[in-house]
């Protein structure tokens, strides 16, 4: 699977938009990009996942480029709840080689101020 | 819909002791993998099991073991319990195997051995 480059760390005002970027430079075309995020003590959640066209759910935005080898997670409206690890991961597919088997990195710690 | 359920949600047990932890994956899906979660070591894959099979599994060895049941529930089981072996160990289901497929993790069994 390709490997994800993300900040360690980011701020953002609550209220203002949260902006997290990936770096995938090695994805290749069967490879999707997905997001989780981990607030302490509890299990990774789902955020939102794509291959190559933008993609919008309840709880953010994912803009991937055009080349694919970046992508941007968007919390429109950030607030004191969504402090929480932020982790990028590309899942390849395949029977044989993905399933359920994710590679997590360090991700982003971001930290929404009040 | 209900999430990802794991019992117990805290444990401790002595060196030498086995374990065994449980997993109840959202209703209709059939793919439930473990994974283990350390500080330094970060998320790591344990194994993954669909239609009571293991389709995948990681580099840890044969202490750590697992099955699934035919109502998808599954549990994992850890022999010969080292110190190092203290970890949260999370579970997550997926509706089936392909990469479009999101996985939803529970909140953990956070496991201490002492």
């Known amino acids: 699977d390709a490997k994800t480059t993300q900040p360690p760390s980011m701020d953002c005002a609550e209220g203002r938009a949260a902006n997290l970027p990936c770096n995938h430079s090695?994805?290749?075309?069967?490879?999707?990009v997905y997001w989780y995020r981990q607030i302490h003590s509890q299990g990774p959640q789902y955020i939102i996942h794509?291959?190559?066209n933008n993609e919008t759910n309840e709880m953010a935005s994912l803009i991937i480029t055009e080349d694919r080898k970046s992508s941007t997670l968007i919390l429109p409206h950030a607030t004191l709840r969504d402090t929480a690890v932020y982790y990028c991961?590309?899942?390849?597919?395949?029977?044989?080689?993905?399933?359920?088997?994710?590679?997590f990195g360090e991700g982003t710690q971001l930290t929404v101020n009040p | 819909k209900a999430g990802v359920t794991q019992t117990p949600r805290y444990l401790i047990k002595t060196r030498g002791q086995q374990v065994t932890l449980s997993c109840s994956p959202i209703?209709?899906?059939?793919?439930v993998s473990w994974y283990q979660q350390t500080p330094g070591q970060g998320l790591q894959f344990l194994f993954e099991?669909?239609?009571?099979?293991?389709?995948n599994k990681g580099n840890f060895p044969g202490r750590f073991s697992g099955r699934q049941f035919s109502n998808s529930r599954s549990e994992m089981n850890v022999s010969t319990l080292e110190l190092g072996d203290s970890a949260l160990y999370l579970c997550?289901?997926?509706?089936?195997?392909?990469?479009?497929?999101?996985?939803?993790f529970g909140n953990g069994t956070r496991l201490t051995v002492t």
């Open positions: 997550a289901s997926s509706a089936n195997r392909v990469v479009q497929s999101p996985l939803h």
């Open positions: 090695t994805i290749s075309g069967n490879e999707y």
């Open positions: 794509g291959l190559k």
């Open positions: 991961i590309v899942r390849v597919d395949g029977e044989e080689t993905s399933g359920s088997r994710l590679t």
């Open positions: 209703s209709g899906h059939r793919s």
């Open positions: 099991y669909f239609s009571e099979t293991q389709r």
